[in-house]
């Protein structure tokens, strides 16, 4: 198995609090995804990392910051919650954005209330 | 529009038979990867399998098997001799390999809950 871990695995929070999400990966993988995952949407890409301090946004990354200081932790801030923002949280890793590799972590729970 | 479709929410299987799983993608990206997940009740995202758009054979990965019809741009998913345990969300994705903005995200179709009965 990969090595791909997230914290927290569950959160509660409150409305407008920020929360940051971590992703940590020991392949040194240089491609790290952010998704978010809601019934009836599949995964939906956040933010997206293709090295150090280099990100970009995906389709639904209002609300939403991310940083890469090192290669193998990928950050997510929710900058104030909202009750919007209660969904399932995965992050990926590929070595390449090409081929059959994109291996995800366990996910974290974010539940704000 | 939608990268890829997944149109049964649900299906239902008796243990040990196969059951196909649907899945239609557009892209006109022409080289591109084609993927299925399976997500069990716990949560974890399990891939399943992996199809190439330039390969030539169906994929296949023990009891599981990619039908890959290009020209009709479908990619279901074949699950022979079905056990309980493949009870799950099943999830249909694509890559994209030349759009460089992309940069090798997934897109991810709605799923199919799929429930193995006895």
């Known amino acids: 198995d990969a090595g791909i871990t997230q914290s927290p695995r569950h959160k509660v929070t409150e409305t407008g609090t920020p929360v940051t999400l971590r992703c940590h990966q020991t392949e040194n993988h240089r491609y790290m995804y952010w998704y978010r995952q809601d019934p009836g949407h599949g995964l939906r890409l956040i933010h997206y990392?293709?090295?150090?301090?280099?990100?970009d946004k995906g389709e639904v990354s209002d609300g939403y910051s991310v940083s890469r200081s090192k290669t193998e932790d990928f950050l997510l801030t929710l900058e104030s919650a909202t009750s919007s923002q209660t969904s399932v949280y995965f992050c990926?890793?590929?070595?390449?954005?090409?081929?059959?590799?994109?291996?995800f972590g366990p996910g974290t729970r974010l539940t704000v209330t | 529009a939608q990268k890829i479709t997944q149109t049964q929410p649900g299906m239902f299987v008796q243990e040990k038979e196969a059951v196909t799983l649907d899945c239609t993608y557009d892209t006109s990206d022409p080289s591109y990867g084609l993927f299925w997940y399976k997500q069990p009740s716990s949560g974890e995202m399990i891939f399943l399998i992996y199809q190439g758009s330039y390969d030539q054979q169906n994929a296949t990965e023990g009891r599981y098997s990619l039908n890959f019809q290009k020209a009709r741009k479908s990619a279901n998913l074949v699950i022979s001799a079905s056990q309980l345990g493949d009870s799950a969300m099943y999830f249909c994705?694509?890559?994209?390999?030349?759009?460089?903005?992309?940069?090798?995200?997934?897109?991810f179709g709605r799923g199919t809950q799929l429930t193995v009965w006895p």
């Open positions: 990926a890793i590929s070595e390449s954005r090409v081929g059959y590799e994109q291996y």
């Open positions: 990392s293709y090295g150090v301090k280099d990100t």
């Open positions: 994705a694509m890559r994209e390999a030349d759009r460089g903005s992309t940069l090798g995200r997934l897109y």
